[in-house]
């Protein structure tokens, strides 16, 4: 087993590895728009992985996951070779590919934010003109006579323990 810290550096180190390779080396068109955005190395430094997001050529385009999964795949042990000539380790490490969901989920929470806001907005709107139900001040008012004979029946009765 190695230390958890010497994992997380070279699984820096493998990611920072990977992205430059796919940039500047591998010419495949499918891997344009692949940026690596996190990378996990196991605790025994066999296995890697990295995780990916893709980008479409436009804001209007969708990206094309299966695209960057292929090209990935393909170029798998070029960069399992790249990682190990650079790394100088004695078991270079596996490499797999993981689609990083983390952006899909930060828009979907924007969105369901985006949705409260307006719901809230909206509920502000409608509260704005409202009215409390019932009269102003919803607590009865006694008369003078009320307090009267209320204090004349505390007055009546004893509740001393000493009876």
Known sequence: ??????????????????????????????????????????????????????LGRSLDEEPDYEGAAAGL???KGVLRTKVGASLGV???PTLAFARDTVPDTAHRMEALLA?????????ARVRQGARHA???DPYRVTGAEDEASGDAEDEGGSNSLDD
């Open 90 to 92: 004695r078991f270079t």
């Open 1 to 54: 087993m190695a230390d958890p810290a010497r994992a997380k550096r070279l699984a820096k180190r493998i990611s920072t590895i990977v992205a430059s390779a796919i940039e500047y080396e591998i010419k495949d068109p499918r891997l344009a728009g692949v940026t690596i955005t996190d990378a996990k190395v196991t605790n025994d430094l066999h296995d890697a992985t990295l995780y990916y997001t893709v």
């Open 115 to 123: 949705k409260a806001r307006a719901a809230d907005e909206d509920l």
């Open 73 to 75: 795949e393909k170029a």
């Open 134 to 136: 019932g009269e102003a």
